[in-house]
């Protein structure tokens, strides 16, 4: 089986559930903006970013990113290690081919910092406005969107590979992570004017884009020349890279906030509605939908046998490959608002989990539902 990392009736989340998320993006869109225009209204929030290496989890949330041993859920390290009021850190860390950790802030800077003792080596700090999504990181180099509508091209000591920045003619935010495509030398960027971006990985000139009709923040599925993203439209799409139209559309109950993992010629995604999906690909037909407890922003986890999904709801629900559920949905987290946004990584036989609005910040999770060693509550 590869993976590429990353008949139903019609039904309907209660309006207060999806009013919740709503106004949470809400929240977080008119901070963006905001903070644009140089204001400072309201203070950063996001859910928590996970990275796993080896038997390392690097977990960025609110103002420090842990190293936690995998092994029995103990802290290695944090940066920085004094939480500092002026930093604050969302976005999934990414690993460098020269083993640095990148780690994308609030504050408007990209840090690049040693795994092993979770201290700075290198920082930039000429974006505009904050990075919401995480970096892409290659064998060329780190790509990183902003929400100043840029798309900064680095080296591994931070430096710029490009004679400037890849900017959005409207300027408007970018809050997806790119993707590239083997052979290709080009990368694949959604924007939030309605865009997706097709641009070359060396200059960051811009070789074509695809009207998508509405924003997306996702970040694309690509398998086989075609390259599959949700939008705000409430749809899926599927972008033929060769010819660069969408050649199939799939209507979704709710906007697709989040990416969609693809195995085995499927694809599974969800919705902010609550919907889960699998669909055939490239058709885009309906395999199965099914009704979940709340919004699901996140891509699903894929497995040899099973697929994670996660909602707002702070519910995570296992289904076979087949979109059958294998067991009651798994609660998480002390409190009655923990809430789970971010994906269920894979860890071994172990499913990672971060949970938030909860003291409890990562979960490990077997295939049984038992816990390999007891939550991670940061030390204070």
């Given amino acids: 089986m590869t993976f590429l990392f990353g008949a139903s009736k019609r039904f309907s989340l209660p309006t207060m559930k999806i009013k919740s998320l709503l106004a949470f993006l809400a929240l977080l ?73 990148i ?14 003792t979770m201290t700075e080596k290198f920082t930039f700090a000429q974006a505009h406005n904050r990075y919401i999504a995480s970096p892409l990181v ?48 080009c990368l694949y960027l959604p924007a939030m004017d309605k865009f997706l971006y097709v641009l070359d990985i060396q200059t960051g000139e811009e070789r074509g884009k695809v009207a998508l009709g509405a924003a997306s923040v996702g970040t694309p599925a690509i398998a086989d020349g075609i390259l ?8 899926m799409l599927a972008i033929d890279l060769t010819t660069r139209q969408i050649i199939h559309r799939y209507p979704t109950d709710g906007m697709v906030w989040g990416g969609a993992a693809l195995a085995d010629g499927r694809l599974y995604f969800g919705d902010i509605e609550g919907a889960f999906y699998i669909l055939e690909t490239p058709t885009l037909t309906e395999v199965k939908k099914t009704a979940t407890d709340g919004a699901i922003v996140a891509p699903p986890l894929v497995t040899a046998n099973a697929v ?3 909602t707002e709801s702070g519910s995570l629900y296992t289904f076979d490959l ?59």
């Fill in 322 to 380: 087949n979109g059958v559920e294998r067991r009651p949905p798994q609660k998480f987290g002390s409190k009655e608002t923990t809430k789970l946004y971010a994906p269920p990584i894979l860890y071994g036989d172990f499913i990672l989990l971060t949970p938030m609005d909860t003291d409890e910040l990562l979960y490990a999770v077997g295939a049984d539902g038992n816990q390999l060693w007891p939550p991670f509550i940061p030390e204070q």
């Fill in 29 to 101: 869109v008119i901070t963006n903006l905001l903070t644009a225009c140089g204001g400072n209204a309201y203070a950063a929030t996001s859910w928590p970013g996970l990275t796993v290496s080896n038997d390392v989890a690097y977990l960025a949330y609110n103002q420090q990113v842990y190293a936690v041993d995998l092994t029995n859920g103990s802290e290695l390290g944090r940066y920085p290690q004094k939480a500092d009021r002026n930093k604050t850190f969302y976005a999934a860390p990414a690993l460098t081919p020269t083993g640095d950790l």
């Fill in 138 to 185: 290659t064998a060329e180099g780190i790509f990183a969107p902003n929400a100043d509508g840029s798309l900064y091209a680095l080296d591994f000591e931070l430096k710029p590979l490009w004679s400037q920045p890849f900017q959005v003619p409207t300027r408007q935010a970018l809050w997806a992570t790119p993707v590239t495509q083997p052979g290709c030398h």
């Fill in 228 to 235: 599959y993203l949700g939008t705000f439209n409430r749809e």
């Fill in 103 to 116: 780690v994308a802030g609030y504050d408007k800077v990209l840090y690049s910092l040693d795994p092993a």
């Fill in 308 to 310: 994670y999904v996660t």
